[in-house]
Every structure is written in C-alpha cells, then in structure tokens.
C-alpha cells in the first residue's frame, strides 16, 4: 500500500533539503520547490480527508486509517506509527491548505528567501507530522520539530521585537515541552501502560492517582500551546512580531496542536483524570473566552485584536473538550477547523492591508470600504465568521459547544461566561469592521490600491470553507463524529 501519510508528512522535508542545496543565488527554484511540495501535499492531504470517515459504530483502534506501524527504535518499544481519523484528518488538510497559502502570499519574502521557505517547509513536516503520530515518542518529536523553524521565523523575518517575542514563545513551549515528556516517560514506564502507543494505551487502567500526575504533567504543555489563560502571555507578543505568513500558521495550525494533545492523549489514555481535571478546565476556558474577548475589545492594534480574539476562540474548544459530550468534542473540533480557517483569513487580509498602509493601528486605516471595497468587503466577511453570524462556520463550533457543555455536568456557570464572551466577540468584531472598514478613508487609506484578483484568488478558499461549514454542517461533522464516538466509547471503556 503506498505510504500516504509518510509522504504528507516528509515530502516538506524533502523540499526543504533540496531547498538547503541550492546556490544562495537561486531563490525563484526555492519559491518553485516550496510551491510544488506544498501544492502537491494539499492534494495529496485533500484525497486522505475524502478517504478517511470511518464506518459509523468503529471501534477507537479501527477508526485510523492509512494506518502505518513498524518498529522505530524496538529496543526501546518506540514504533514509527502514523494514522488519521475524523479528527485528525481535518487537522491535517487544513495545515496543508495553509501552507500552500502562506508560500504563495511570502512569494517576495527578503531577505534570505532560500532559508525563509527551507523554515516553511520544515514547520510543514512537524505540523503534519503531530497530527498524523501514533506513537507517543513520534508525536514528542513532531511536536519539538515545530518549534525551532517557527523561533526562526520570528526571529529573522519578524518585526522591530521579534527577538524578544521569539525567546518568549520557545522558552514558553520549551518549558511546556519539558513536563510532558516526563508524563510520556511515566506512561511508559509504569506497569499498567508499559508502551508509546497511543491506541494500545487508549482505555487502559491507569490507577487514577497515577493518571493525575500524568495529566499534570501533560496538561501544561498543551494548555501553553492552545494557550490557556494565563498561560497565554506569549501569544500577543509573537502575533505582534512574527511576519503575516508566521501569524497565519501561528494562529491557524500552532494553537491547535495543544487542544488535539488534550482530545488525542488525555482523554482515552487519562478519562478518570480528565474528567476529575473538566470542571478546572472549563473555568480556565471560561476566564479565557471573557479575558480574551475583553482584552481584544480594548486593543487598537489589528494584529492585537484578532490574537486575543484567539485566546478567547480556543477558550471554547477547551469547554468542549471538558465537557467531554458528543456535542461537545464535535464543537471542539469544529471550532478548531473553523478558527484555522478564519483567523487565517483574518491575519492575510491585516497583513494585506500592513503592506498598502504600513500600519496596523485601527485609528489610522478607516474607510477600507470607500478606497479598498474587496479588501473592506473581505475584512467585513472575516470578522463576521470570527464572530459567529449562524451560516458561516465560526457558529458552528460554538453552538456544539454550548450545547455540548449544558448537557455535561459541569456547572452551567460556565455556560454562561461563553455565552457572555460570544456577546463580547460581537462588539470587538463589529468595532473592528465599523473603525477600518466603515467611515472616510483616513490619510494612509486614502488612494491605496485594492486587493489584486491574485490575493482574491489566495483567499477564495477559506472564504469558500467558511460558508460551506457553515452552511453544510455534516460536510465537516461528517468526518468528526464518528471518530468522537470511538474516542469517547475508548474513554468509557478505561474509566
């Protein structure tokens, strides 16, 4: 069977070798090479997703598919283990879809172009490579991947702070890093686990003592990456630093990694600890849903605004993850999905406008709709799928959400606050459209050019994904809740 997710995986890895051979005078066949990797890992990433619903009622160990197992290092028990299901298959895609844009929008990134897109190529391989590893140690090692290639980009191609916002974010994901690898460490060593592969271990019966450490461990490396308030501090400043096309893989695949930690290794390998962890959860995800909106709501810069926005977006995916509902899973990962695509969406049209403008302050780039109106027309359609208007995707996970997060146990309290903070997203989102958007066109707006039927055609995609998850709910759900079904009946059986 041919290999499918080794190549989704290291085909990036091939172009950034070759990438790295070529003469520092050859930067159009590094441009060429990246294009060509990251358009044909796309396709290849589109054909997996339309492949990989499993049958309704599947077991959790038969829901994979593409399923690739052979051993790695068999001194150890460390295995090259790779599936997807309906939840990870989504991940996948929309980490090959974003890639595939921010090569073509940093087509005339200065300087060091060859090394520019060697670094995307390489974010590409540990991006995919998180979500497709079933094996713990392959999973920890996709997950470090990750972060030097995104240390560079901030660092190098960033803003006049890049060097302080990029040791924040890797000595935050570091530290993070560090404590779950001791939590894997135990996983293995301890008797009643005793291997790295994530399904065997799914609904094992860890002593529930023991699943607390664990998932103490475990928990503060993802809940840096989603982040989880008040873990989060790191987030503001590297969206701030890091280049459109670094904010856009940030935002849109970065983040996610830590919620699919939680969804793909806490939860059937750790279910009493989780659920004995929800309620502390869900008040983390209900201070970040208000903290985040409220903080965006006050901030005057573009960039600041839609990274808080996020803060507040993955407070939602982490009640759906605490709830531990159908509904509530089905939400997490729609919300994940939705949030890559419009907050993708979101830091192309900001950095589209930064590059007419030269500036991110709201004050300074009212009136888009007067002299830009494709470009005040786009904004306004991102901010209102950011901000959840029924018929575009963002509604979806936050309904599933909220009603996956009533049904739980957990305190409705919580329920509550989200729903507070959906309020709140409304008037951040709306103060953004009515200050850039609306209005006469201030001075650095004044007779810019209007986005290019090239850059319409960059964000034709995510605004077509938008309205088609929004619309058709089952075209996403369809792939996610089967596998949520086998993962939460793999949870059931351990707990």
């Known amino acids: 069977m041919f290999p499918l997710l080794t190549a989704i995986v290291f085909l990036p890895l091939a172009a950034a070798a070759v990438i790295a051979l070529l003469p ?32 309704a009622g599947a077991a959790y160990a038969d829901s994979f598919r593409f399923v690739e197992d052979v051993a790695w290092v068999p001194q150890a028990g460390i295995r090259y283990h790779l599936g997807v299901d309906g939840i990870s298959a989504p991940l996948i895609f929309l980490s090959a879809l974003l890639t595939l844009l921010v090569v073509l929008v940093s087509w ?6 060859k090394t520019w897109f060697a670094m995307l190529m390489l974010l590409a391989v540990g991006m995919n490579g998180v979500f ?25 191609w960033g803003g006049p702070r890049r060097q302080y916002a990029a040791v924040k974010f890797f000595l935050y994901t570091l530290a993070g890093s560090v404590l779950m690898l001791v939590g894997i460490l135990a996983l293995y ?24 450490w664990v998932f103490a461990a475990l928990f503060l490396g993802f809940a840096v990456k989603v982040p989880v308030f008040p873990l989060h501090t790191w987030l503001p400043d ?7 096309a670094g904010s856009v893989l940030l935002a849109g695949v970065l983040l996610k990694m830590g919620a699919y930690g939680f969804i793909r290794v806490s939860l059937p390998i750790l279910p009493d600890a989780s659920a004995a962890w929800s309620p502390a959860i869900a008040a983390l995800a209900a201070v970040s849903i208000v903290y985040g909106a409220a ?15 996020s803060v507040s977006h993955m407070g ?6 605490a709830a531990g509902t159908v509904a509530g899973l089905d939400g997490a990962v729609a ?25 991110g302050v709201l004050t300074e780039v009212g009136g888009l709709s007067r002299s830009a109106p494709v470009a005040g027309g786009m904004l306004a359609f991102a901010s209102f799928a950011s901000l959840g208007l029924p018929g575009l995707s963002g509604f979806v996970g936050e309904f599933l959400t909220l009603v996956g997060a009533w049904q739980s146990p957990l305190w409705r309290g919580f329920v509550v606050a989200a729903a507070a903070g959906v309020v709140l997203a409304a008037a951040y989102m709306l103060l953004l459209v009515q200050r850039a958007v609306l209005g006469p066109p201030t001075d650095k707006v004044s007779g810019i050019a209007d986005l290019s039927s090239a850059e319409v055609g960059l964000l034709a995609p995510l605004v077509a994904l938008t309205v088609l998850v929004g619309v058709h709910w089952s075209s996403l759900l369809r792939f996610v809740d089967p596998a949520v079904r086998a993962l939460l009946a793999a949870e059931g059986a351990g707990g």
């Open 316 to 321: 939602f995916v982490m009640l759906g993850i």
């Open 189 to 212: 060593l301890h008797p009643v686990g005793g291997t790295f592969d994530m399904v065997a271990l799914a609904g094992s019966t860890l002593p529930r003592g023991f699943q607390g």
């Open 335 to 359: 919300m994940m999905f939705s949030h890559g695509v419009v907050t993708g969406m979101l830091f192309l049209l900001v950095g589209m406008v930064y590059d007419r403008t030269r500036t």
């Open 132 to 156: 497709a590893a079933l094996d713990l140690v392959l999973f920890y090692v996709f997950w470090e991947l990750v972060l030097v290639p995104m240390y560079f980009i901030i660092a190098v």
């Open 238 to 244: 590297a969206h701030v630093e890091a280049p459109t």
């Open 24 to 55: 520092a005078a050859r930067p159009a066949a590094a441009r060429r090479i990246a294009l060509a990797a990251s358009a044909t890992d796309l396709a290849l990433a589109a054909w997996m997703l339309a492949s990989s619903r499993p049958p």
């Open 295 to 309: 903080v965006a709501f006050a901030q005057t810069d573009m960039k600041k605004l839609v990274a808080y926005s």
């Open 108 to 113: 005339r990134t200065e300087p060091k172009p």
